[in-house]
Each structure stands twice: as C-alpha cells, then as structure tokens.
C-alpha cells in the first residue's frame, strides 16, 4: 500500500482542458463537473490493481481464463468488489480517495508521465 498525504487536490473536469479531446466517450463529458478544490486526510491505497489470481483466492469457485491470471480481474461486480476487500482487511477507496490518488499531486494532464 501506498499513502496518499493529506492536503487538497481538484475534482472535476475543466471545460476548456485539452483532456476532453482525448475522451472515447464524448456523453462522459456531458455529465462532469467543473473543476474544484477539495481537502481529504491521508488514507492508504494499493499500489496496484487486484489480479485474477488473488480474487481466485478469496472466489476460487469463479471462472477465469488461466492465461490471465496476472492482469488485473475486470467483470466484478461492486458487491464482489466490496466483499474482497472486506476478506482481505481493506475497503474500496471513496471517489475522493480514488481521484486524489489517481490524479497524482503535480495536476498533470497525464499523471502516467
């Protein structure tokens, strides 16, 4: 897990941000809202995505192919999700927590590089 310090960060989309451009789904758009500043205390986050092979461990009846069993798992319902991390100790992030730390802290328009 990492932490993700505490302080303020921007939730929303601006409308004038070149990002918009690069969205496959243009109705997205339609619903964001404008940017603004939020402030959220530190939390702890995984580092990295949970794989086919680890939810196996906590649904080994679930049918995945085996190939896959180091990508990240997709198909999951919220409820599954929920009770994942509940077997394991965690909890989902909120949507603040989440955008916080997938934003990055330097406003990047690509926080990847």
């Known amino acids: 897990m990492v932490l993700i310090p505490e302080g303020e960060f ?18 997205s758009s ?11 205390k530190a939390f702890y986050i995984d580092q990295f995505e949970v794989t086919y092979e680890e939810f196996l461990r906590f649904k080994p009846q679930a ?16 409820h599954e ?12 992030p909120t949507e603040f927590e989440w955008e916080k730390a997938a934003r990055g802290g330097d406003n990047r328009l690509f926080v990847w590089g």
């Open 63 to 78: 049918r995945y192919p085996t190939r896959q069993k180091n990508l990240p798992i997709s198909g999951v319902s919220e």
């Open 30 to 40: 339609l619903n964001a809202q404008p940017e603004q500043q939020y402030f959220l």
């Open 81 to 92: 999700a929920e009770a994942y991390c509940f077997w394991i100790g965690k909890r989902l």
């Open 10 to 27: 921007t939730l929303g989309l601006n409308p004038q941000s070149n990002l918009l451009q690069f969205m496959s789904d243009k109705t």
